[in-house]
């Protein structure tokens, strides 16, 4: 097993609030540890499931010693969305990093897929990612151009380019995720707010990759795609909480989509 070492100093993110969907697992946990790790004071993770959220805060407070609650929240829902940055102002007085994880996905052909298959995960990753944005914009929003401006991080995919089969639904879903990435962090520079993707490649046990490939071992998903990737190999949850921590501190970046896949994207059609 490969370690990751953080390349950045361990208290760049000294102070900082963050509040993320999904953070409960796969990405979205480690995502949260790696914000943790690099200083942020203390985090809420969100998601649908209070057994996994309660689990994982307990871990990620063990693991990083710092402050971590959680937040039962269906992004779908606005009102559950403003419940979760009230939630974070309260118990920490500040929001500076908010991480929109929650995603949903499943594979389905496209004439397989019911409208209301195909709204769910709509709902759940673009709908959601923009409940969340407004409700905390009031939260994050500043009135000076100081260097220390909040950031709103979307994570997205590479499966939208230009097409990935079975994935009619998330891929568009995806796509206006990192079309809302761009309008946002245009209208809302001038409040201070950056605002960012990541799209993550094939990464090792994590229900996106596993799910793209029932059945097999964790070796053989990781030896059946990864030879579909320039480097060669599945990425690790740590190298996209890492590309986080470059994003959040990566002050005069705002309205890009990095993708962190290992160049997975290269072998796709130009959009
Ligand atoms: C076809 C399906 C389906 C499936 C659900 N639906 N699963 N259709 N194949 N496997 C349809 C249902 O039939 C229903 O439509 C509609 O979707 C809503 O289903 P519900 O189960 O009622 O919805 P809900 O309980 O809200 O579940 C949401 C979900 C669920 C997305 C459908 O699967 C989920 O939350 N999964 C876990 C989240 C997850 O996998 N996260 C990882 C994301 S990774 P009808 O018409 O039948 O009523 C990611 C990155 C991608 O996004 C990158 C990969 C490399």
């Given at each position: 097993m490969t370690t990751i070492?953080?390349?950045?100093?361990?208290?760049?993110?000294?102070?900082?609030?963050?509040?993320?969907?999904?953070?409960?697992?796969g990405i979205g946990f480690e995502v949260t540890k790696q914000l943790l790790a690099h200083g942020a004071k203390g985090a809420v993770i969100c998601g649908r499931r209070q057994e996994f959220l309660e689990r994982s805060a307990s871990i990620l407070r063990k693991e990083t010693g710092k402050e971590c609650k959680w937040k039962v929240t269906d992004v779908r829902d606005p009102k559950a969305c403003v419940d979760a940055v009230e939630y974070t102002i309260r118990q920490f007085g500040r929001l500076d990093i908010l991480v929109n994880g929650a995603?949903?996905?499943?594979?389905?052909?496209?004439?397989?897929?019911?409208?209301?298959?195909?709204?769910?995960?709509?709902?759940?990753?673009?709908?959601?990612?923009?409940?969340?944005?407004?409700?905390?914009?009031?939260?994050?929003?500043?009135?000076?151009?100081?260097?220390d401006a909040p950031i709103i991080m979307n994570i997205s995919a590479t499966l939208q380019c230009p097409a990935t089969h079975?994935?009619?639904?998330?891929?568009?879903?995806?796509?206006?995720?990192?079309?809302?990435?761009?309008s946002l962090a245009l209208e809302w520079g001038e409040y201070n707010i950056r605002v960012v993707g990541i799209a993550p490649g094939p990464i090792k046990d994590t229900p996106g990759t596993t799910k793209l490939a029932?059945?097999?071992?964790?070796?053989?998903?990781?030896?059946?795609?990864?030879?579909?990737?320039?480097?060669?190999?599945?990425?690790?949850?740590?190298?996209?909480?890492?590309?986080?921590?470059?994003?959040?501190?990566?002050?005069?970046t705002t309205g890009t989509v990095l993708n962190v896949d290992g160049g997975e994207w290269l072998y796709k059609q130009p959009m």
């Open positions: 070492t953080s390349p950045f100093r361990t208290d760049c993110l000294k102070g900082k609030v963050v509040l993320i969907t999904g953070g409960g697992s995603a949903g996905n499943f594979l389905a052909e496209a004439k397989d897929l019911s409208p209301k298959g195909f709204a769910t995960v709509m709902s759940i990753d673009t709908l959601g990612t923009f409940n969340m944005c407004s409700a905390a914009f009031p939260s994050l929003k500043h009135n000076n151009h100081s260097t079975w994935q009619a639904h998330a891929s568009a879903a995806k796509a206006a995720v990192d079309s809302l990435t761009r029932p059945g097999m071992s964790s070796e053989e998903v990781n030896e059946l795609i990864g030879a579909g990737v320039p480097l060669g190999r599945l990425g690790d949850a740590t190298e996209i909480g890492h590309a986080a921590v470059f994003l959040a501190t990566s002050l005069y």
